[in-house]
C-alpha cells in the first residue's frame, strides 16, 4: 500500500499486534510498569494493634477520674518498644511503657501520651482521661489481609510500590514492554569517534536520538547499532536484529534515491511489506513491513522526520506491544502565538512549544534541520489544505 492516511498507516500497524504478556519485576523496579494481574494483600497491615504515641498503653475505665489536680497512679508493669511484644496482659490499674509503633498490650484499651503523665517508675501519675480506643491503631486499620490493593491496570507510582512493600510483596506482574532496536543506515554516516569528519559525511544523529527518546519512554531494552548502504549487509544485520528484539526500528534509506536501499534489504530479508509512504510531511517515505509478524518501522534519515514519525507510528506501535496507552500522545487544543507563513497542500507536523493551551513555534522547520527541536514538547497537526497561519489560529498538538 503507498500514500495512505496516518491514521490507516497506525491501525495497520496496531491491527497485526498483541500485547506481549506479563514479566514478573521486582517490586522497585517495576515504577512506572503498569500491573496485569490485582495483587491482593497476604496480610492484614498493621499486622498487630499498635500504639500512635509515646506514652502509655492503659485501660479507659481505669482513668476516667483522672485530672492534673487528682492524678490516677497505675503501676507500670513492661516497657514495650517497637519491634519487641508485650509479655503481659494488661489488668486492671496496670499501665504498659509504650513507644510509637509498638505492640499493644492484650487488655489495654487506649493509649495516653507521656506528655500527659509524670513519666513515673515504676508508677506513673496519670492526668487526664481517655475513651476506650482513643489513639488506638486497630490490626488492618490500612488494608484487610485479602482486599485487592491494586487492581490489574494500575500504573505503578511511588505510593503503589510502598503500599506493594508494605504488605511484603517482593514481586509483580506487569505488561511487558517491548525490547526495540534502532537500526541506522546510511554510508554517509560517521559517529563522533570518527574525528575529524571526513568529506562528505556527517555525524548521525539518530540513532542515540531514537534510543533516548525510548529511553524517555520507559522502554528498557533498547540497543542500537549503524549499517551503510550495502542491502546485503543490512538485511543480514535485520535478520539478527531481529532474533533478539520484538520490535526494529530503522532510520534512512526509504525514499526514492539509488541508495535508499531499503526497497531491496527487505526483500533479502524475506520481509512483507505493509505500507510505504504516508500523506503526511515530514516522514513522507516511512514503510513498514513486518518479518514472521515481528514489526519492522523504517523511518527516514532526515533527523526532524525520523523524531516526528517515531512520535506517529512508533508510539502506536510500542503501545499495541505493551498494551500500555500511557505511550500514545495526548491531543489538545492551542491557540498559536506564533505566524507561520507555509500554506499545506498536504497534512503537515511541525515543532512546537505548547503551554496552558498556547503553543509557539521555533525558528527552522525543515526536516533536516534538528536544532529547532530541542525544548519542544509538541507536534502541531496542521490538515491537508491547511493556509498560511497567523498568531491566534486554534490548532490540534499532540503532546510528546
Ligand atoms: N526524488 C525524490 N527525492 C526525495 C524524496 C522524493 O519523494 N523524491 N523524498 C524526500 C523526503 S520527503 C525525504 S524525508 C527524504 C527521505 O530520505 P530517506 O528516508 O531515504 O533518508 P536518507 O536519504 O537516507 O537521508 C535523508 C537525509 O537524512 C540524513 N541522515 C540519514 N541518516 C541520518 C542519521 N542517522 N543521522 C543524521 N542524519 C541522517 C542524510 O544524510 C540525508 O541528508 O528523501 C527526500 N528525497
Ligand atoms: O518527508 Mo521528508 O521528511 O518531508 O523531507
Redesign the pocket.
Known amino acids: 500500500m503507498t500514500g495512505i492516511e496516518l491514521e490507516q498507516a497506525a491501525a495497520l500497524i496496531t491491527g497485526a499486534l498483541a500485547p506481549l504478556g506479563t514479566q514478573t519485576l521486582p517490586v522497585p523496579d517495576a515504577l512506572g510498569y503498569t500491573l496485569d494481574a490485582d495483587v491482593t494483600a497476604p496480610l492484614d497491615q498493621p499486622p498487630f494493634d499498635r500504639s500512635p504515641l509515646d506514652g502509655y498503653a492503659l485501660r479507659a475505665a481505669d482513668i476516667a477520674s483522672a485530672s492534673r489536680e487528682r492524678p490516677v497512679r497505675l503501676r507500670v508493669v513492661e516497657t514495650v518498644y517497637a519491634g519487641g511484644v508485650p509479655l503481659l496482659p494488661l489488668t486492671a490499674g496496670a499501665a504498659a511503657r509504650i513507644m510509637t509503633g509498638a505492640m499493644l498490650p492484650a487488655g489495654c484499651d487506649c493509649v495516653l501520651r507521656q506528655e500527659d503523665t509524670d513519666q513515673g517508675d515504676p508508677v506513673v501519675s496519670i492526668y487526664k482521661p481517655l475513651r476506650p480506643y482513643e489513639n488506638y491503631v486497630n490490626l488492618g486499620e490500612d488494608y484487610r489481609s485479602g482486599t485487592v490493593l491494586l487492581p490489574a491496570g494500575t500504573r505503578l507510582d511511588a505510593a503503589a510500590v510502598g503500599l506493594l512493600s508494605s504488605a511484603g510483596v517482593c514481586q509483580v506482574p506487569v505488561r511487558r514492554r517491548p525490547r526495540v532496536f534502532v537500526l541506522?543506515?546510511?554510508d554517509?554516516?560517521v559517529y563522533p569517534h570518527v574525528h575529524p569528519l571526513p568529506p562528505g559525511k556527517?555525524?548521525?544523529?539518530?540513532?542515540n536520538?531514537l534510543l533516548a527518546r525510548l529511553s524517555e519512554l520507559g522502554i528498557p531494552e533498547t540497543g542500537g547499532e549503524?549499517a551503510g548502504?550495502d542491502p546485503q549487509a543490512v538485511a543480514e544485520a535485520m535478520e539478527r536484529l531481529l532474533g533478539c528484539c520484538d520490535a526494529l526500528i530503522t532510520?534512512?534509506?526509504?525514499?526514492?534515491?539509488d541508495?535508499?536501499i531499503?526497497h531491496q534489504a527487505l526483500p533479502l530479508l524475506g520481509a512483507e511489506t505493509v505500507f510505504w509512504?504516508l500523506n503526511v510531511?515530514?516522514?513522507?517515505?516511512?514503510l513498514y513491513s513486518t518479518r514472521r509478524g515481528k514489526p519492522i518501522l523504517?523511518?527516514?534519515?532526515?533527523?526532524f522526520?525520523?523524531a516526528a514519525t517515531f512520535e506517529l507510528l512508533a508510539r502506536p506501535m510500542l503501545c499495541a506491544l505493551s498494551g500500555e496507552e500511557r505511550l500514545l500522545p495526548q491531543r489538545r487544543s492551542a491557540r498559536l502565538d506564533t505566524a507561520f507563513s507555509k500554506a499545506s497542500p498536504c497534512r503537515r507536523f511541525l515543532r512546537g512549544r505548547w503551554q496552558d493551551g498556547r503553543v509557539s513555534l521555533p525558528e527552522g522547520h525543515s526536516?533536516?534541520q534538528?536544532a529547532s527541536l530541542v525544548g519542544c514538547n509538541c507536534l502541531v497537526d496542521l490538515p491537508a489544505g491547511t493556509g498560511p497561519l497567523e498568531p491566534g489560529r486554534l490548532v490540534e498538538v499532540l503532546l510528546l
Open positions: 541506522s543506515t546510511g554517509e554516516v556527517i555525524y548521525g544523529s539518530n540513532l536520538l549503524h548502504d532510520t534512512g534509506g526509504v525514499s526514492v534515491g541508495k535508499d531499503f509512504r510531511k515530514p516522514g513522507t517515505p516511512a523504517s523511518l527516514s534519515g532526515n533527523p522526520a525520523a526536516s533536516g534538528l
